[in-house]
Structures are given as C-alpha cells and as structure tokens.
C-alpha cells in the first residue's frame, strides 16, 4: 500500500536484507530509508527495534548501577560485597569470634548477569537476560541468608555483653555510688547511738556506786 515494503519477524529473530544486484539497486528497491528510521546504504543492513534498542541500553545502564551500588555498600571500612572479610571479637582475649566471610560481586562478576547482546532485536538474546537475571537474583538470596544467620549470631552475643556491662555497672555503682546524703545520716545515727549506750553505761556504772557507799 502506497508503495511501501513492510517486512516483520513473527519471531522475533534479526532480519537481514541482502541481493545479488548492486547496493544502488537495492536502495531503489526499497528506498532510501527502512520503517525504523535507518538508511539502507548495502545489502545485509540489519534490521533494528528502536523500542528494543532503547530498552537495551537502560537495562545495561542498570547494570552499571549495580556496579556502582555494590562500591557503595561498605561501613566501617569494610565491604562485604568486595571481597573484604568481617572478624568480629566477643571477648577481651580474642577466643571467642566469628569470621563473616565476604563475596566479590560484579554485575558482569560473580552475578553473570551479561550486557545486552544485538539490541534485544532476538527474543533469544532476551530469554538469555531474563535467565541471567533469575541466576542472579536466586544468588543473591542465598548469600543473603548467609548475612542474616551471622547477624544473628553477632546481635545475640552483643546483647549477651551489654546486659552482663549493665549488671557489672549496677552492683559498681552500688558499692561506689552511694548516696553522700543518706550515708551521712546513717553514720551520725550510729554516733548518736553509740554516745546514748557510753551515757546509759555511765548512769549504770554511777548508780552502782551509790548503792554501794550506802553500806
């Protein structure tokens, strides 16, 4: 219609146009431009989705952000991600520790999730992605779990310390912080007591004495 060749893969494979005559010839025959927008300048000019194109090149600039996510992901100067192994001490005396061991993930690494390959002109460069993708992420889980069973270990032995320092802390401060106020008040309690029981002893001693001069 309107002079117009449409040529279209059910498939979804590359479509390649190619003769035996001259590049001119061929050019004449399907004019100077293809639908998508690209020159026909010889024979064996690929076809190409720009939709696809576009999508190809976000999905690698995702995996640059992966990248550059994974180089962001250290605290304290440690990076678990890059290769950079935990130890984690528990005691003053360093018996008793635990090794986190680290991962060296890249997208393009440990992750094999690959660029994209031809534009995603193929449906079969596209299952490909996809299946990089599952692989990945099922990893990532997995090492995931890993964290977590050692986050574990490290939060429990953490709150382990800190109730043992609050004791420690509690029966110290019992010993050392005692009230001045209240102390002072107990102390002169016991002067006074002690003077009344020197006095009662003296009255006592006295009182002796008396009955004793009256024989």
């Known amino acids: 219609m309107g002079g117009n060749l449409q040529v279209t893969s059910t498939t979804g494979k590359t479509?390649?146009?190619?003769s035996d005559d001259t590049d001119a010839n061929l050019q004449l025959l399907l004019g100077s431009k293809?639908?998508?927008g690209n020159a026909v300048a010889a024979a064996g000019t690929d076809f190409v989705d720009t939709t696809r194109k576009s999508i190809s090149s976000q999905f690698d600039d995702i995996l640059?952000?992966?990248?550059?996510?994974?180089?962001d992901s250290s605290y304290g100067g440690i990076n678990l991600l890059q290769g950079q192994d935990l130890k984690v001490t528990f005691n003053e005396t360093g018996t008793s520790s635990i090794n986190v061991t680290s991962v060296n993930y890249t997208a393009n690494g440990q992750l094999g999730i690959a660029n994209s390959t031809?534009?995603?002109?193929?449906?079969?460069?596209?299952?490909?992605?996809?299946?990089?993708?599952?692989r990945a992420s099922d990893k990532i889980a997995a090492q995931s779990a890993v964290f977590a069973a050692n986050q574990t270990v490290i939060q429990n032995r953490s709150s382990f310390t800190k109730?043992?320092?609050?004791?420690?802390?509690?029966?110290?401060?019992s010993l050392t912080a005692a009230d001045q106020n209240q102390e002072s008040a107990n102390?002169?309690?016991?002067?006074?007591?002690?003077?009344?029981?020197?006095?009662?002893?003296?009255?006592?001693?006295?009182?002796?004495a008396a009955i004793t001069r009256l024989f």
Not at 15 to 18: A, F, G, M
Not at 64 to 71: A, E, L, N, R
Not at 163 to 173: H, I, Y
Not at 188 to 196: D, G, M, P, R, V
Request: cysteine-free; overall charge negative.
């Open 118 to 134: 031809h534009s995603f002109v193929s449906n079969d460069d596209v299952d490909v992605a996809s299946a990089n993708l599952k």
């Open 64 to 71: 640059k952000q992966i990248d550059q996510t994974i180089q």
């Open 163 to 173: 109730n043992l320092v609050d004791t420690l802390n509690a029966g110290s401060d």
């Open 187 to 208: 102390l002169l309690a016991l002067n006074t007591s002690q003077q009344l029981a020197q006095t009662t002893l003296s009255l006592a001693s006295q009182a002796n």
């Open 34 to 36: 293809t639908n998508e």
């Open 15 to 18: 479509v390649t146009l190619s």
